[in-house]
């Protein structure tokens, strides 16, 4: 079960860099349920080409998303969203 109006428009203009503009909207995603805890991310490219910012940059944003412990990336496999989520799972500055 997803509540997408909990989720903030992706604004790479904004007065955040955007690596952090793309964690931050990832994480509130999936404090909304979308994916859900344990589902597997998308590949960084293709994150990249949905949000329209460099591979590089979606690879960043996942360095923060895994700091923050909301994702867990096992090589060869994929990128998940940790399961279960840590109490506070809402976006975080850097």
Request: charged letters at 25%; aromatic letters at 6%; glycine letters at 8%.
């Amino acid at each position: 079960m997803t509540d997408r109006s909990k989720i903030p428009d992706f604004d790479p203009q904004g007065p955040q860099l955007v690596y952090v503009a793309v964690a931050d909207h990832i994480a509130a995603r999936i404090a909304a349920g979308e994916p859900a805890p344990g589902a597997r991310l998308p590949a960084e490219r293709d994150l990249a080409e949905e949000y329209g910012v460099a591979y590089l940059t979606v690879r960043r944003a996942a360095r923060v998303l895994r700091e923050r412990v909301l994702i867990l990336t096992v090589h060869g496999k994929g990128t998940f969203v940790v399961d279960p989520l840590p109490a506070d799972k809402g976006p975080q500055q850097v």
